[in-house]
Each structure stands twice: as structure tokens, then as C-alpha cells.
């Protein structure tokens, strides 16, 4: 009767991590470019949201927003920095340096900086999930 526990429990356990662990992939496997990543940008008491698209490979390549090449990223290993321009309506540039780290396959986070057409910068927190 031991015996049929013990196999019992032994086969729920290894259900249970494989199902734990099924929907996940590994830290080893982070690709910055599977798939679009929601931001959350936070500064003082203002924030925003924003959606990114990675297109390259794992270590670089280029920043899409709406479809359109804003700017470069660099990942290494956990490390994320990428640099994004958008411009208001006038045509005036706003530079977005963001700097950061993948906390696993789904989520970054870090902090970021934007300089102003007039030259004004402000920086915050953000945090990204697929």
C-alpha cells in the first residue's frame, strides 16, 4: 500500500511541475522579438502606455511602433537598451532611451529618459509584458 502512494504522490508531483512549468520558457531562451510587448511608463504622477515591437535577432535590431522603425535595441543576456524616436504633430522630436532588464521570458522592466524637441529631459520607471 506504500509502495502505491508513494507512486501516487510521485505522479502527481510530475504532473504538477510539468504543468507549473509548461507555459513557460526558459530565461535561456529570451527573445526579445516574439511577439509585441505592452510598456507602462510611470514619471512623477504622470504615465502612459505604449506598444513596442522587437524585429532583428536576440542581441539587436530595430524598435516598430505602430508598424513603423522608431528606433534600435541591444540585449545582453538579461540586459535591455534601445532607443526610440517619436514625433509630435509640428514634426518636433521627442528621444525615448530606455535601459532595463528581462526579469524572465514574459516581463522587462527598468527606467527610461525623454529629451524634448526644446531640449528638456525627464526620466521614469517602466515596466513591459508580452
Not at 33 to 47: P, Q, R
Not at 78 to 84: D, G, H, I, K, R
Amino acid at each position: 500500500m506504500k509502495k502505491i502512494v508513494l507512486v501516487l504522490s510521485l505522479i502527481i508531483l510530475t504532473i504538477g511541475l510539468a504543468v507549473n512549468t509548461g507555459c513557460k520558457k526558459s530565461d535561456d531562451s529570451f527573445d526579445i522579438t516574439d511577439g509585441s510587448w505592452s510598456f507602462h511608463l510611470s514619471a512623477g504622477s504622470d504615465s502612459s502606455s505604449l506598444v513596442y515591437a522587437f524585429r532583428g535577432d536576440k542581441g539587436q535590431g530595430s524598435v516598430y511602433y505602430n508598424n513603423e522603425n522608431r528606433g534600435t535595441y541591444t540585449v545582453s543576456g538579461v540586459l535591455v537598451n534601445f532607443t526610440v524616436n517619436h514625433y509630435d504633430v509640428a514634426g518636433g522630436l521627442y528621444v525615448y532611451v530606455y535601459s532595463g532588464t528581462s526579469s524572465d521570458y514574459y516581463h522587462m522592466r527598468g527606467s527610461f529618459s525623454v529629451t524634448y524637441p526644446g531640449g528638456s529631459v525627464i526620466s521614469g520607471t517602466w515596466t513591459a509584458e508580452r
